[in-house]
């Protein structure tokens, strides 16, 4: 029976979540398998990767044929890596202590780089925040410097308004004088003829 390493697709729809399974080569993709070998969720970033490293190399020794995608997982979480290194105990080459030495050093090694990721991501989102949060910023104070014109000109209109209507009642008051006056010094020369 060829046995392939392969993704099963589950979630929902666009949202994809896979299980990596050990199957039957000829049953359907999402169909009956032979062993649960880990999970790859690629929804979160950097994707999730959980892989049962023993198992994995069991089914490379005996045979199985990982996909494309599924090596490149497998590769990426040193399972590969592990089945070079026991190939190498098989030959007479290294010593079991040596194999376990070698991987936690480059699983090290890689918990360093995914680390250094993660941090790098982190700071980009901080970034992006505060520069949206000063482009908000910048907004509302424009906002408020365009409110507090346009309240600015209807209280100078009121003030304008207000200085016109004290104005003109002291310009009929004037006007209301004037002929008075005028009136006045005829009164008073009529009254200076007469006599």
């Known amino acids: 029976m060829p046995v392939k390493i392969r993704l099963q697709r ?14 039957d080569s000829r049953a359907k993709r999402d169909g009956k398998f032979l062993e649960k ?3 790859y969720n690629p929804n979160t970033n950097p994707a999730t990767i959980e892989i049962n490293v023993d198992n994995s190399v ?9 996909t ?15 089945h070079h290194l026991l190939g190498g105990v ?3 080459a290294l010593t079991e202590e040596q194999v376990e030495e070698k991987f936690n050093a480059w ?5 360093k780089s995914v680390a250094s990721k993660v941090e790098g991501l982190d700071k980009v989102k901080a970034e992006a925040k505060a520069a949206a949060l000063a482009a908000e910023k910048e907004v509302n104070e424009k906002r408020a ?12 209109e009121g003030e304008e308004n207000a200085g016109e209507i004290e104005t003109v009642p002291a310009d009929e008051t004037a006007v209301a004088e004037t002929p008075a006056t005028e009136e006045a010094p005829e009164a008073e020369a009529t009254s200076s003829e007469e006599e």
């Open 10 to 23: 589950h979630g929902k729809k666009g949202k994809p979540f896979y299980w990596v399974v050990a199957a």
């Open 37 to 39: 070998l880990g999970i």
């Open 58 to 66: 069991k089914w490379l020794q005996n045979g199985a044929q990982p």
């Open 68 to 82: 494309d995608t599924a090596r490149n997982i497998l590769s990426y979480k040193g399972v590969l890596l592990k």
């Open 90 to 92: 098989r030959k007479g």
């Open 107 to 111: 699983l090290a090694e890689k918990e």
């Open 145 to 156: 410097a365009e409110a507090a014109a346009a309240a600015l000109p209807e209280a100078t």
